[in-house]
């Protein structure tokens, strides 16, 4: 099954303060991706890439950044940490026959704004 | 922008007993509907996808798709104390494989 970890799995931060949260996935998949769920609801897109170097604004992208460096690896970015930040963060990934490729996702971040 | 509703919020049923689920897309682009299940904690899990009108049938799970209405529904008989959790519709409408989730409902099956 595919490999998708993430760093850290919680923390807290201060408002105004950088965050910076991590995805690594194992699987050679081309497509990856960060929602953020609120306590429960559903998942909302904030930013995807289909390959190293380039990255989407998904539906929510205001107030995050995204890197990918590699195909590996995906970081998503709060600049500015606020109060409405905090939620859990899931990183996904799918391969290269993504439009209907099944998504697998990794553990998850807990983030506090504090 | 692609919404996608869910309904109902949530559901109790009894252990052994028959769960259904809907979702609906407002986006007449969407051509592929997938089912997630979330365990409390858990990261979401692909459970069912499904992009052909008519039924899908896995174990005890069974999904439903209209197209015209662009309406899916899951259907989870002899319902198991396992089987509580969140379970979350997504739409695609085939471009770069963004899902759009919808808010998702709570199943509790009670022993």
């Known amino acids: 099954e595919a490999a998708v970890t993430q760093s850290p799995r919680s923390k807290v931060a201060v408002t105004g303060g950088k965050v910076t949260l991590s995805c690594h996935q194992t699987n050679n998949h081309d497509y990856m991706y960060w929602y953020r769920q609120d306590t429960g609801h559903g998942l909302r897109l904030i930013h995807y890439?289909?390959?190293?170097?380039?990255?989407e604004k998904g539906d929510i992208p205001d107030g995050y950044k995204a890197s990918r460096p590699s195909q590996e690896n995906f970081s998503l970015i709060l600049e500015l940490a606020s109060l409405s930040q905090t939620a859990v963060y899931f990183c996904?990934?799918?391969?290269?026959?993504?439009?209907?490729?099944?998504?697998?996702f990794g553990p998850g971040t807990r983030l506090t704004v504090l | 922008q692609q919404k996608v509703q869910q309904s109902p919020e949530s559901l109790i049923v009894p252990e052994g007993g028959m769960a259904s689920l809907n979702c609906t897309s407002s986006d007449r682009n969407v051509d592929y509907f997938w089912w997630y299940r979330q365990h409390s904690g858990k990261s979401p899990k692909m459970l069912m996808?499904?992009?052909?009108?008519g039924e899908k049938e896995e174990g005890r799970f069974t999904v439903h798709l209209n197209k015209a209405s662009l309406h899916t529904s899951l259907h989870i008989r002899d319902s198991q104390p396992s089987d509580s959790a969140l379970y979350l519709c997504?739409?695609?409408?085939?471009?770069?494989?963004?899902?759009?989730f919808g808010s998702g409902t709570k199943v509790i099956v009670l022993p």
């Open positions: 996904a990934s799918s391969d290269d026959l993504a439009n209907y490729a099944e998504q697998f």
């Open positions: 997504a739409a695609s409408t085939g471009f770069a494989s963004a899902l759009t």
């Open positions: 996808s499904i992009f052909s009108n």
């Open positions: 890439s289909y390959v190293a170097d380039s990255t």
